[in-house]
């Protein structure tokens, strides 16, 4: 599988968790409780994991779907359970295309 080159580290996608935008950097939570901050936009980071397993559901996050514990749609709201623990909002926007690659 290929790596995504982090300041001085490759990392796995498979190995992301969630990523989570800080303004012009981006902060990645991985599966083994680290974090790494990239000076990359969470947009460049879109782009490069297309084709991998990755949705962006807000404006400040991108979520790996193998870490999805569970999703509730039962509102208006999407929120998405991963299994680190962690509870997202998906953005309205965004909803419609979620719900059709999730089911």
């Known amino acids: 599988m290929k790596t995504i080159r ?18 012009n950097y981006t902060m990645l939570y991985l599966n083994d409780n680290k974090k790494e901050l990239s000076s990359r936009t969470l947009q460049i980071f879109e782009e490069k994991l297309k084709g991998y397993n990755f949705y962006r ?4 996050h991108i979520v790996n779907f193998s870490a999805i514990e569970w999703f509730d749609s039962g509102s208006k709201e999407i ?3 991963l299994k680190s ?3 997202f909002s998906i953005s309205r926007r965004r909803r419609k295309l979620f719900s059709m690659m999730i089911l």
């Open 6 to 23: 982090i300041s001085k580290r490759d990392i796995s996608p498979q190995d992301i968790l969630y990523l989570e935008s800080q303004g």
């Open 57 to 60: 559901v807000n404006r400040s």
């Open 79 to 81: 929120n998405i359970l």
């Open 85 to 87: 623990g962690e509870q």
